[in-house]
């Protein structure tokens, strides 16, 4: 059996590790970036909807809000109706910033699909959608305290 998740890892860990050391310059560090975009994306998303889209637990993702927001990245804001949820928002510094990381990412994601043709990229984005539709099935039971059964 080919080692398809080993080989996406490389990818993930290879470009994280490349993100990290371009956009130190910006005070974001260990994937910030990937909250920060995904708040300037969705200005008003709540903490719980950013760990659900990064697929990592609310701990680390309380962990990186706190240090975004430190940093003045971010901002929290009460949401109207109930006060106990807070809002995220992108600061101006978080919105200056925004603008790099996506030309990180329109490149790299250039880089990681030269050579080939649109109708292999179309096929490539639809397998990994698939790879991914299947592992987040696994990724909810688990989330929720069960155990996968091997």
Aim: charged share 35%; with cysteine; hydrophobic share 35%.
């Amino acid at each position: 059996m080919k080692e398809i998740l080993r080989e996406i890892g490389m990818i993930a860990r290879a470009l994280d590790s490349i993100s990290n050391i371009e956009f130190k310059e910006y005070d974001l560090t260990k994937g910030q970036y990937l909250y920060l975009v995904r708040i300037c994306e969705n200005p008003g998303i709540i903490q719980e909807k950013v760990a659900e889209m990064i697929k990592v637990d609310r701990t680390t993702t309380a962990r990186a809000i706190q240090k975004l927001e430190m940093n003045g990245f971010i901002e929290k804001q009460d949401d109207q109706q109930n006060k106990k949820i807070k809002k995220l928002f992108p600061t101006e510094k978080g919105k200056m910033v925004y603008p790099f990381i996506k030309r990180e990412h329109d490149y790299s994601n250039l880089v990681a699909l030269k050579g080939f043709s649109e109708s292999e990229v179309e096929t490539i984005y639809n397998l990994i959608q698939r790879v991914r539709k299947n592992i987040e099935k696994d990724w909810d039971y688990v989330k929720k305290g069960n155990k996968r059964n091997y």
